[in-house]
């Protein structure tokens, strides 16, 4: 893999990671504030953030060794809202600046396997953001997010409140893998 790309994914993967572990507490946070929705959302969501870690890692088995991993993670927990508010942040700057770049320079080294992890990544955060704006919607009316059931694309990431799709709009993976919250 070349210098670049790796470096690049690296810091995606460490990203990720970061987020899947955010999203585990803001989970629990906002399970302690009575948004139990909103709780399996943030735990649908980390699961997604495993799942792109996870793609990411594939993308790099060939490596070995150990690497120093840069990479921009959101502290801190200021309350259901707020933590919407910075996770929804969070994946917009993903989807409109890391990943572009990102997908741009593993093009441009042929790098398939890593723009193709990307590109699966990138498109489900775009889910995300509308998702965590959604529930932060009804948390400021003080209510819960509407969502009976919630589902997660265990290939892309993406995320379903209605499961009603026969397959993954991004992946194209089959409703039938679908793992519920």
């Given at each position: 893999?070349?210098?670049?790309?790796?470096?690049?994914?690296?810091?995606?993967?460490?990203?990720?990671?970061?987020?899947?572990?955010?999203?585990?507490?803001?989970?629990?946070?906002?399970?302690?504030?009575?948004?139990?929705?909103?709780?399996?959302?943030?735990?649908?969501?980390?699961?997604?953030?495993?799942?792109?870690?996870?793609?990411?890692?594939?993308?790099?088995?060939?490596?070995?060794g150990d690497f120093?991993?840069?990479?921009?993670?959101?502290?801190?927990?200021?309350?259901?809202?707020?933590?919407?508010?910075?996770?929804?942040?969070?994946?917009?700057?993903?989807?409109?600046?890391?990943?572009?770049?990102?997908?741009?320079?593993?093009?441009?080294?042929?790098?398939?396997?890593?723009q193709k992890s990307?590109?699966?990544?990138?498109?489900?955060?775009?889910?995300?953001?509308?998702?965590?704006?959604?529930?932060?919607?009804?948390?400021?009316?003080?209510?819960?997010?509407?969502?009976?059931?919630?589902?997660?694309?265990?290939?892309?990431?993406?995320?379903?409140?209605?499961?009603?799709?026969?397959k993954c709009p991004?992946?194209?993976?089959?409703?039938?893998?679908?793992?519920?919250?």
């Amino acid at each position: 893999m070349k210098a670049m790309t790796q470096t690049n994914l690296q810091s995606a993967f460490g990203g990720e990671s970061q987020a899947h572990m955010r999203y585990l507490y803001w989970g629990n946070v906002a399970e302690k504030e009575g948004f139990k929705n909103v709780a399996r959302l943030f735990r649908a969501t980390s699961e997604a953030e495993r799942v792109h870690a996870h793609s990411h890692f594939r993308a790099m088995k060939d490596l070995s060794g150990d690497f120093a991993v840069t990479s921009g993670a959101g502290f801190g927990d200021h309350g259901t809202s707020k933590n919407l508010e910075a996770a929804a942040g969070g994946e917009r700057f993903e989807f409109t600046e890391m990943y572009p770049s990102y997908i741009l320079v593993a093009k441009e080294q042929g790098e398939e396997a890593a723009q193709k992890s990307m590109q699966f990544a990138i498109e489900a955060e775009k889910v995300h953001e509308k998702l965590f704006l959604k529930a932060k919607e009804a948390v400021d009316a003080g209510k819960d997010l509407e969502a009976e059931k919630i589902y997660v694309c265990p290939v892309c990431g993406f995320i379903s409140l209605t499961g009603e799709e026969d397959k993954c709009p991004i992946c194209g993976a089959p409703k039938s893998k679908f793992i519920e919250f």
